[in-house]
T-cell receptor, first 117, second 116 residues
Framework: AQKITQTQPGMFVQEKEAVTLDCTYD???????LFWYKQPSSGEMIFLIY??????QNATEGRYSLNFQKARKSANLVISASQLGDSAMYFC??????????????FGPGTSLSVIP | DTEVTQTPKHLVMGMTNKKSLKCEQH?????MYWYKQKAKKPPELMFV???????INESVPSRFSPECPNSSLLNLHLHALQPEDSALYLC???????????????FGSGTRLTVV
């Protein structure tokens, strides 16, 4: 069974500093996808970044980058230049079902990030 | 239109009530999902519809009844719920094609359900 681990239940970061949120995963599939989602207190799940298991380069989206280390089965999210609006819950997630017409995505337990002015 | 719209945003219902949650998308996505999320926990998959057919039911109690009447609409019918069913219910949709950048879900903003 697939599993996602996020070992940091809560983190604090100073505004304008960079922060790394850890994620490790476990799967026996050769082909899979990894995501990071942001969930503010309003409840909406916001897609941040995607990394495919065969992608050779680390994904980047603006201030977000994904540090993908396939051999270690880790997919850490790096947020550069933190902003107050980055305070939220962050979920690492993994997709299985590559050969299906749908994506079955499982989520890690989440990391609560607080940005300090 | 790149949205998934969920209604209502908030719902309070008694344990003997029947209510429905609605989810709508017009992005041409052919897979739609219901997730349940308790406070400070990750979302848990409940149901998956692919091309309007139920593909996954994660052993959800029968008091939750999903329905996908067409490719744009997903409903969750609720009946005889328990207080422990109080949660945020998230709907999502995804694109069926495997082109890069089209993976993953688009989520709605959720329905906060309270069962009293």
């Amino acid at each position: 069974a697939q599993k996602i681990t996020q070992t940091q239940p809560g983190m604090f970061v100073q505004e304008k500093e960079a922060v790394t949120l850890d994620c490790t995963y476990d799967t026996s599939d050769q082909s899979y996808g990894l995501f990071w989602y942001k969930q503010p207190s309003s409840g909406e799940m916001i897609f941040l970044i995607y990394q495919g298991s065969y992608d050779e380069q680390n994904a980047t989206e603006g201030r977000y980058s994904l540090n993908f280390q396939k051999a270690r089965k880790s997919a850490n999210l790096v947020i550069s230049a933190s902003q107050l609006g980055d305070s939220a819950m962050y979920f690492c997630a993994m997709r299985e079902g590559m050969k299906t017409s749908y994506d079955k995505v499982i989520f890690g337990p989440g990391t609560s990030l607080s940005v300090i002015p | 239109d790149t949205e998934v719209t969920q209604t209502p945003k908030h719902l309070v219902m008694g344990m003997t009530n029947k209510k429905s949650l609605k989810c709508e998308q017009h992005m041409g996505h052919r897979a739609m999902y219901w997730y349940k999320q308790k406070a400070k926990k990750p979302p848990e998959l409940m149901f998956v519809y692919s091309y309007e057919k139920l593909s996954i039911n994660e052993s959800v109690p029968s008091r939750f009844s999903p329905e996908c009447p067409n490719s744009s609409l997903l409903n969750l019918h609720l009946h005889a719920l328990q207080p422990e069913d109080s949660a945020l219910y998230l709907c999502a949709s995804s694109h069926p094609h495997r082109d890069r950048g089209l993976y993953g879900y688009t989520f709605g903003s959720g329905t906060r359900l309270t069962v009293v």
